[in-house]
């Protein structure tokens, strides 16, 4: 008998109850609890937990892993009040957007004779709460798993157990890896999507242009959707990470800007064609280690095959694009449209 | 017998001719021309035009309507190109998006005896070229007309009927109001979304932080991928309303910024609150004009209803995190998760 105690039943806690469930594994008792009497609730109509314990201390008292599934700053609270309570040996585990902060509060408020090991699901969508919970949500999404340096190894074992149960591959990275890399790619598109949506809604005019937002600004604005309080957590915990990556935005936002401002047509082109490029390349799954001295991992010879026949048609549309300013700047002014 | 010449066979030009034909109007002969043979050939072979005519000047020379679907730049060259070849009261159109600069270019080069109308479909996707084109791409959209000042009664009225064959409502719209409305809600989520994509690929990491991207990454930065010429022509044409909007965006993020270093918690939490709000509104259509002075349109009772009802819902959200930082303001610090 196994017993997994789930504490936040928002979309990720849900998902992860529904999940498990669906994979029928015998002997597996799923207590759940979480602070608002509505979401536990509708957890527990949803059959995503066995039982409902009202109670966050009595929740864990049994528990062979706790699965911590609230927002980052809340994880924190929530080790504090079940610290006491853990039985010997209980794994400890949780779902949190930023790592580094997290094993340190595991390190100062855990006792030592429970096993730390972070998890982070690389799945979500923007509606949150227990009723956009999905069982499939986490089919075959990469799960950073974040082991503490004490972490005894059967207990990284159990947590990869659970990862590989919901459908998810475990994927091992550094901490401080994660953070960098998920600031980057996760809360740097959360923090322009939120930064569109505050530029233009604080307009006067923002009602009369509403009507002439389409799919390209509902899909860039789609983060700003996200559960605010999750996304202030993410924020908080990992701003000395993040901070580097909006310098890096503007830098990038101060050059268009100043290519709007002197007409530099050729800039503009520039940046595009670049973007497009890498964009392209992304998508396809051919991005590449750079090549030179910082290169370390070589693809295999099918890979950069095919890399290369993409990198011919992404290039070849660029090119085309940036050789017309060439022409013209050797003198040639040639008309672009027409032949 | 109406002859309708389509310049530019990309996803545009092509959807355009793919949804006339299916709308299967009798006496409608169109007329393709695209500098490109492939994109000519390929939209021939989708029969989304009667027939192709590798001559621009012989293309319009018994057209009763010309539309031109390039992208911006290449508008202008296209008017100087057919302005010769134009037959009397043949009405001129086109599908940029951006509209002063074109109209300009219209009353500049264009001969009197034609009209101008300028069009721009509010409907689009990130592939580009005729391949992409589909004949339901315009079904439900708006689609902005702006006709020229000396623009024929008549001819903004085959435009609009244009409009409807092809599924689209006509949207009414001065230009200017046009350039600044799409600025904001079009080319500066554009804008962002390249800018994404330009600060994070430069990055000697990026290959590795590339596997920890995934859907928010993918959906923010998928305008990137939109055919680069286009972009940049947007950009050129549009840049004096772009600009200011670029300004604000980074305003917000020197904001977003400034609570990042100096661990504003509160700061970052009225952040996401406030766009939460607003683009959960915007998804439910409850924009509303600003209550005060500016206020011009108010909306009907049941508007106002639904309105208030969802705000309601979103307000309580946002406020019940705002009255956390209240309630430790006020001295009586509280556990934030536990109850």
Redesign the interface.
């Known amino acids: 008998m196994s017993n997994i105690t789930i504490i936040g039943l928002g979309l990720i806690g849900t998902s992860i109850g529904l999940a498990l469930k669906k994979a029928k594994q015998p002997n597996l008792k799923i207590t759940g609890h979480d602070?608002e009497p509505t979401s536990s609730r509708t957890a527990q109509k949803m059959n995503a937990i066995d039982s409902l314990e009202w109670n966050?201390g009595k929740s864990v008292r049994e528990a062979d892993m706790v699965i911590i599934a609230?927002p980052v700053?809340?994880i924190k609270?929530?080790m504090e009040?079940i610290a006491p309570q853990l039985p010997e040996e209980c794994v400890v585990t949780d779902t949190g957007s930023t790592k580094t902060r997290i094993l340190q509060w595991a390190k100062e408020i855990l006792p030592g004779h429970v096993s730390f090991v972070g998890g982070h699901p690389?799945?979500?969508?923007e509606e949150s709460g227990p009723t956009a919970a999905d069982a499939g949500l986490f089919e075959g999404?990469?799960y950073?798993v974040i082991p503490a340096p004490n972490a005894a190894p059967w207990a990284t074992q159990a947590v990869v157990s659970i990862v590989d149960l919901i459908g998810a591959k475990p994927?091992f990275i550094e901490a401080g890896?994660?953070d960098?890399?998920?600031a980057?790619?996760?809360h740097?598109?959360?923090?322009?999507?939120?930064?569109?949506?505050?530029?233009?809604?604080?307009?006067?005019?923002?009602?009369?242009?509403?009507?002439?937002?389409?799919?390209?600004?509902?899909?860039?604005?789609?983060?700003?959707?996200?559960?605010?309080?999750m996304?202030?957590d993410i924020?908080?915990t990992n701003?000395?990470e993040?901070?580097p990556?909006?310098?890096?935005?503007?830098?990038?936002?101060?050059e268009?800007?100043r290519?709007?401002?002197e007409?530099d047509?050729k800039g503009?082109?520039q940046?595009?064609?670049?973007?497009?490029e890498?964009?392209?390349k992304?998508?396809a799954g051919v991005?590449?280690?750079?090549t030179g001295a910082?290169a370390v991992a070589l693809p295999g010879a099918a890979e950069q095959m095919s890399s290369l026949l993409l990198g011919d048609v992404l290039a070849r549309?660029?090119r085309e694009?940036m050789s017309r300013y060439e022409t013209e700047e050797s003198g040639k002014k040639k008309?672009?449209?027409?032949?």
């Open positions: 602070r966050i609230t700053l809340a609270e929530v009040y690389l799945a979500g969508k999404a990469d950073c994927f890896e994660h960098s890399f998920a980057a790619v996760s740097l598109p959360m923090a322009i999507s939120a930064a569109l949506v505050a530029s233009t809604t604080k307009s006067p005019s923002w009602h009369e242009m509403a009507k002439m937002a389409t799919t390209g600004y509902r899909d860039i604005s789609r983060l700003a959707s996200g559960d605010p309080e996304n202030r924020c908080v701003a000395s993040l901070a990556w909006v310098d890096r935005l503007i830098t990038e936002l101060l268009l800007r290519c709007l401002h007409s047509e503009v082109a940046f595009f064609a670049h973007v497009y890498e964009r392209e992304w998508m991005t590449q280690a750079p910082a549309k660029s694009m008309k672009r449209w027409l032949r």
